[in-house]
């Protein structure tokens, strides 16, 4: 079994900063993408940056000079440097990763974080 944690959501004036944190844990063979995506209520969820286990990135157009993506392969863990945040940057974050669970020859798979609220006040 596998699960992803996220933490470092929060309440943030515009212009301000947070991170967030995403730690795979439970029997983890292998971590391949992280990243993380954001939805807001009545919209589709959105792919705001990822990271292969080679360090390659992509980000959404939105985010591209203002958000960073980082991982620790030994710590399996990814962060999102957020800053200079505006109103619109206001959503619940998921973190999402493709894993191989439980035996280290498993087919990989995708899971999601349980979201954590990012609140930009204007």
């Known amino acids: 079994q596998a699960q992803l944690v996220e933490s470092g959501g929060g309440l943030v004036q515009t212009g301000g900063s947070l991170r967030l944190s995403c730690v795979a844990s439970?029997?983890?063979?292998?971590?391949?993408?992280m990243g993380w995506y954001r939805q807001v209520p009545g919209n589709q969820r959105e792919l705001v940056a990822s990271?292969?286990?080679?360090?390659?990135?992509n980000y959404a157009d939105s985010v591209k000079g203002r958000f960073t993506i980082s991982r620790d392969n030994i710590k399996k863990t990814a962060y999102l440097q957020m800053n200079s945040l505006e109103p619109k940057d206001t959503a619940v974050y998921y973190c999402?990763?493709?894993?191989?669970?439980?035996?280290?020859?498993?087919?990989?798979?995708?899971?999601w974080g349980q979201g954590t609220q990012v609140t930009v006040s204007s």
């Open positions: 999402f990763a493709n894993l191989r669970v439980g035996v280290w020859y498993a087919s990989p798979s995708d899971y």
């Open positions: 439970g029997t983890v063979f292998g971590v391949n993408t």
């Open positions: 990271i292969t286990v080679g360090g390659s990135t």
